[in-house]
């Protein structure tokens, strides 16, 4: 117990270095034990224990809050709501598989309050505040790599939504291609929701985070909403984006304003930061520090745009994201497993088409393998106004700096890949299907 408190003490004096988040955990303060206070058993994930370690978290909330120490062991659990006021410590080495069953989309740990949730229904402006979540002693692990890619099947291991002064640091994502990001940041859904205290995640620092084999469509962090949240030292290796700036799904209350991160890395993957507003009207974001290896790009940067879908919603006009966002020290080295996108094949050097393959883990043929194409891809065709700064590479012919595309490309990837080998590789009705997306405002979309 000593040493549990000597962590905490560090944790804390850690955490309250970042401007972002306050830290309220108090190392003198409550402290229980998910398994000699609350029965949790080591049992290798056998069993589901959710119904345990919630009660464990709605009893500390109810004595006002404290930390909550989940020892090592191997455990299994999902759609866990975290409570005001508490602080999840889970030691170094500890595995965490989700319940999760076949055919289904599960979350692991929930940072807000929902309808239809454990203990009742949501009253109007509820939301969760002082909370974190956070390896002791050193990361532990969210494992899900045994699933695969299934059809109607989805993970995340948090969700983010009504919260407010939060922690998320040292966790250990290993995917195996999965849909959806591991890490999600979403706004309240209500209509009336911008009216309340707080509808979306605010006053949060988010650290130390990885994943391995992400599916290429997605990534470790996915932001749609959010305010006022520091991240740092994010990696992704094996597929995705690491921190995906894209936030076009958070409807009327979606948008994310004075956002930082530093330390960003990916490898393997699809790019290592992407920015699309989308239909939202974001803030300022400033990102510092960005490599990407064998990637299609460190850097990619989307126009705004509104949907097909939202063409006849007057609210909703082109995104942006606000004068002074800046993304700057970027470096990308030269690989040949980089993720590629089918749309984005109109980018990849003419030079570099008889070296793409088919990824065998893409189930639904979005994607292809092959040569990085580039450093930073800029198509916000002056949709809004990004500061690039200090960009560098290595081992690349071609696309060593900024790629900078104004006009909308050729959408037709068949086209591209006739008469390569790969093409034979997809389905007959895939090569023969035909169409693009309606947009208003979409100049140099993809």
């Known amino acids: 117990m000593k040493n549990v408190l000597l962590i905490m003490t560090m944790l804390a004096m850690t955490a309250s270095s970042q401007a972002a988040y306050t830290?309220?955990?108090?190392?003198?303060?409550?402290?229980?034990?998910v398994r000699t206070d609350f029965g949790l058993i080591d049992d290798n994930a056998k069993s589901n224990q959710s119904d345990r370690l919630q009660q464990a978290i709605d009893t500390v909330a109810g004595r006002g809050g404290g930390a909550l120490v989940l020892p090592k062991g191997t455990y299994r659990f999902a759609g866990i709501y975290m409570k005001s006021n508490v602080h999840l410590l889970i030691e170094k080495g500890t595995v965490i598989k989700p319940h999760w069953p076949s055919g289904q989309k599960t979350v692991v740990?929930?940072?807000?309050?929902?309808?239809?949730?454990?203990?009742?229904?949501?009253?109007?402006?509820?939301?969760?505040?002082?909370?974190?979540?956070?390896?002791?002693?050193?990361?532990?692990?969210?494992?899900?790599?045994?699933?695969?890619?299934?059809?109607?099947?989805?993970?995340?291991?948090?969700?983010?939504?009504?919260?407010?002064?939060?922690?998320?640091?040292?966790?250990?994502?290993?995917?195996?291609?999965?849909?959806?990001?591991a890490v999600i940041f979403t706004p309240a859904k209500d209509s009336d929701a911008r009216n309340r205290e707080v509808f979306r995640p605010t006053d949060g620092l988010v650290r130390n985070l990885e994943s391995t084999n992400s599916s290429p469509g997605y990534g470790l962090v996915q932001m749609h909403a959010g305010e006022t949240i520091h991240f740092e030292n994010l990696r992704a290796t094996g597929g995705g984006v690491t921190f995906r700036l894209e936030t076009g799904a958070g409807g009327h209350n979606g948008g994310i304003h004075d956002i930082s991160a530093k330390n960003l890395y990916c490898e393997n993957g699809s790019t290592a930061v992407l920015l699309g507003p989308h239909k939202a009207q974001n803030g300022v974001v400033k990102i510092d520090g960005v490599t990407a290896k064998s990637c299609a790009f460190a850097v990619t940067m989307g126009p705004g745009y509104v949907e097909k879908r939202n063409l006849d919603d007057p609210h909703y006009k082109p995104g942006r994201f606000a004068d002074g966002t800046t993304v700057k020290n970027i470096h990308?080295?030269?690989?040949?497993?980089?993720?590629?996108?089918?749309?984005?094949?109109?980018?990849?050097?003419?030079?570099?088409?008889?070296?793409?393959?088919?990824?065998?883990?893409?189930?639904?043929?979005?994607?292809?393998?092959?040569?990085?194409?580039?450093?930073?891809?800029?198509?916000?065709?002056?949709?809004?106004?990004?500061?690039?700064?200090?960009?560098?590479?290595?081992?690349?012919?071609?696309?060593?700096?900024?790629?900078?595309?104004?006009?909308?490309?050729?959408?037709?990837?068949?086209?591209?890949?006739?008469?390569?080998?790969?093409?034979?590789?997809?389905?007959?009705?895939?090569?023969?299907?035909?169409?693009?997306?309606?947009?208003?405002?979409?100049?140099?979309?993809?």
């Open 23 to 33: 830290e309220t955990m108090d190392p003198a303060g409550l402290t229980e034990n």
């Open 109 to 181: 740990f929930i940072l807000g309050v929902y309808e239809g949730r454990r203990g009742g229904k949501r009253t109007a402006g509820e939301f969760i505040e002082n909370v974190s979540i956070r390896g002791l002693g050193g990361p532990f692990t969210v494992d899900y790599a045994d699933r695969g890619s299934v059809p109607g099947e989805g993970i995340r291991t948090i969700n983010c939504r009504q919260v407010r002064n939060f922690l998320i640091s040292d966790i250990c994502i290993k995917g195996s291609f999965t849909t959806y990001c």
């Open 332 to 446: 990308a080295i030269f690989g040949t497993d980089a993720a590629i996108s089918l749309k984005g094949l109109a980018n990849v050097p003419q030079e570099y088409l008889k070296d793409l393959r088919f990824d065998k883990n893409d189930r639904v043929l979005k994607r292809v393998r092959g040569p990085s194409v580039g450093v930073v891809l800029n198509r916000t065709a002056g949709s809004w106004n990004p500061v690039i700064e200090n960009v560098t590479s290595e081992g690349f012919r071609y696309n060593k700096g900024i790629l900078r595309i104004d006009e909308k490309q050729p959408r037709n990837w068949r086209e591209l890949l006739e008469g390569l080998p790969i093409l034979d590789e997809f389905p007959q009705e895939m090569r023969k299907k035909t169409g693009t997306k309606e947009t208003k405002g979409a100049k140099g979309a993809t």
